[in-house]
C-alpha cells in the first residue's frame, strides 16, 4: 500500500497500482492523496505521463467510493491537470453554475417553476441547451417558453 507521497513519487505506477486494487480500503483516502500529490510534481516535469496516469487511476476506481474522492483530489486544483477527467469536472461545474443562473432568472422575474421543472434544469449536462434555456428564461412569460420546442428553429 503506497501511502507516503514521497514513496508515491518514487514510483507513480505502483502508486497507481495501489491505489487501484485498495480502492474499497479504508486507507484509500491516503493512498490517492499521495498520488495525486505525485502526479502534481510529475505534471511540471511531463503533464502528459501525468494526464495518462490520472485517466488510468480514474478508469481503475470506477464506481467505488473511491473515484468520488479521487474526483474531488482532482477537481481542487485542475489547473494541472488537463485530462478529460478534470475537463469533465470543469464542464459538470459549469452546468451547475448555468442551471442555478437560470433558475435565479425565473425566481427574479416571478415565473413558477415546476419540482419537475427544476428537476429537468438541475439534471441537464448539456451546455447548449442550457444556454438556450438562459437566454430564453430572460425573455420568457412562463416555464413552457423556456422549454419551448419550437423555438429552437428560430433561434438557431
Known amino acids: 500500500m503506497v ?16 491505489a487501484m486494487l485498495h480502492g474499497r480500503d479504508r486507507g484509500i483516502d491516503a493512498i490517492l492523496k499521495a498520488l495525486a500529490a505525485a502526479l502534481k510534481g510529475l505534471e511540471v516535469l511531463d503533464p502528459e505521463t501525468a494526464t495518462i496516469f490520472v485517466e488510468l487511476t480514474s478508469q481503475g476506481l470506477d464506481k467505488t467510493w473511491a473515484a468520488k474522492i479521487w474526483r474531488d483530489l482532482v477537481a481542487v486544483d485542475t489547473s494541472f491537470f488537463t485530462s478529460s477527467l478534470s475537463q469533465e469536472i470543469r464542464a459538470e461545474g459549469e452546468a451547475k ?10 425566481d427574479r422575474r416571478g415565473i413558477p417553476v415546476a419540482d419537475t421543472d ?6 441537464c449536462d448539456d451546455l447548449d441547451a442550457l444556454t438556450l434555456w438562459f437566454d430564453r428564461a430572460i425573455t420568457a412569460a412562463s416555464i413552457a417558453e423556456v422549454f ?9
Open 97 to 106: 453554475g448555468r442551471a442555478a443562473d437560470i433558475l435565479r432568472i425565473l
Open 148 to 156: 419551448a420546442e419550437d423555438l429552437s428553429d428560430q433561434e438557431q
Open 3 to 18: 501511502s507516503a507521497p514521497a514513496e508515491a513519487a518514487r514510483d507513480i505506477p505502483l502508486a497507481v497500482l495501489s
Open 118 to 123: 427544476r428537476e429537468r434544469i438541475t439534471s
